[in-house]
């Protein structure tokens, strides 16, 4: 089975930066698209910003400017550069993958979360 471990969360002030780290591991064959996504007390899961085995990109509107995402293909790891983080974007944040593994399939994995918290 294909496991997805984030690092990286803490604390920070507001106008400060995080860099997580989203490592792949297991008999992994491929990966497609990788995104992460965060959960906040209060509000649903959403999208934060989300990459193609490709390279192509998209983000949430409320981190378009200061979050960028990207993967490093050869080592099976994703991240998320965050800077001028805000109090809102306090949440526990998820790495999800494709990844096609033991099986011909492409499987749906999550992460444990890993938690940024934003505040003076």
């Known amino acids: 089975q294909v496991q997805l471990v984030e690092s990286g969360g803490g604390l920070v002030q507001p106008g400060g930066s995080l860099r997580l780290s989203c490592a792949a591991s297991g008999s992994i064959f491929s990966i497609n698209t990788m995104g992460w996504y965060r959960h906040a007390p209060g509000k649903e899961r959403e999208l934060v910003a989300r990459i193609t085995s490709g390279g192509n990109t998209n983000y949430a509107d409320s981190v378009k400017g200061r979050f960028t995402i990207s993967r490093d293909n050869a080592k099976n790891t994703l991240y998320l550069q965050m800077n001028s983080l805000k109090p809102e974007d306090t949440a526990v944040y998820y790495c999800?993958?494709?990844?096609?593994?033991?099986?011909?399939?492409?499987?749906?994995?999550w992460g444990q979360g890993t938690l940024v918290t934003v505040s003076s």
């Open positions: 999800n993958a494709w990844v096609r593994g033991a099986t011909s399939r492409y499987l749906e994995v």
